[in-house]
């Protein structure tokens, strides 16, 4: 079984940053595709990026130029470094594993939230 936990999130002020931590407890993190998503009340899940095995990484247009995902396969984690942090941007972000392109993982999530 693969479980992930995101860690980092909280409040911040427009304009401010948050990195975002999706730590897997499996091996198979490195051969695998992650992605962010994000939801805000009312709202559906979005994605927000991705980076797949090979390091591959794409960006919703909203948030590109302002945040950046990575992974560290020797740690199994895969990160999202958010800058220029907007209100628009409020929403619980959740981590994605994709195993062999069929089965998906999700963790709890985090909170996001830009005040104005």
């Known amino acids: 079984q693969v479980q992930l936990v995101e860690s980092g999130g909280g409040l911040v002020q427009a304009g401010g940053s948050l990195r975002l931590s999706c730590a897997a407890s499996?091996?198979?993190?490195?051969?695998?595709?992650v992605g962010w998503y994000r939801q805000a009340p009312g709202k559906q899940r979005e994605t927000v990026a991705a980076i797949a095995s090979n390091g591959s990484t794409n960006y919703a247009d909203s948030v590109k130029g302002r945040f950046t995902i990575s992974r560290d396969n020797a740690r199994s984690t895969v990160y999202l470094q958010m800058n220029s942090l907007k209100p628009e941007d409020t929403a619980v972000y959740y981590c994605?594993?994709?195993?062999?392109?069929?089965?998906?993982?999700w963790g709890q999530g985090t909170q996001v939230t830009v005040s104005s």
């Open positions: 499996s091996s198979i993190f490195r051969f695998s595709a």
């Open positions: 994605n594993l994709v195993v062999a392109g069929t089965i998906n993982y």
